[in-house]
Nanobody, 118 residues
Framework: VQLQASGGGLVQAGGSLRLSCAAS????????GGWYRQAPGKQRELVAI???????RYADSVRGRFTISRDNAQNTMYLQMNSLKPEDTAVYYC?????????????WGQGTLVTVSS
């Protein structure tokens, strides 16, 4: 299974973007997934997570503006980002913990760049 992140781009402050993280291959059980971001010169930080049961958690900096969701049928995870701010500029990575034919896996997507202009 590979994770393919997409949807990044350049947007003005106040705008919106939706990131997607599509999993290729067959997933037997989805345990949890999340979106992380890394701004230039900073450490990677957790943005949002979603469990297999649908529980969601958000970083304080994005709560109320970002929404994480998952389409089980499409094996795709999303991050809807509204009211974007320049400080949201970063490379966004998706991560998933799941079970496939090879057992329990923890996998990362390749990252997608989000740039928010002021």
């Amino acid at each position: 299974v590979q994770l393919q992140a997409s949807g990044g781009g350049l947007v003005q402050a106040g705008g919106s973007l939706r990131l997607s993280c599509a999993a290729s291959g067959s997933i037997i059980n989805f345990n949890a997934g999340g979106w992380y971001r890394q701004a230039p010169g900073k450490q990677r930080e957790l943005v949002a997570i979603i469990t297999g049961g649908g529980n969601r958690r958000y970083a304080d900096s994005v709560r109320g503006r970002f929404t994480i969701s998952r389409d089980n049928a499409q094996n795709t995870m999303y991050l809807q980002m509204n009211s974007l701010k320049p400080e949201d500029t970063a490379v966004y990575y998706c991560n998933a913990l799941y079970v496939d034919n090879g057992g329990l896996k923890n996998n990362w997507g390749q990252g997608t760049l989000v740039t928010v202009s002021s």
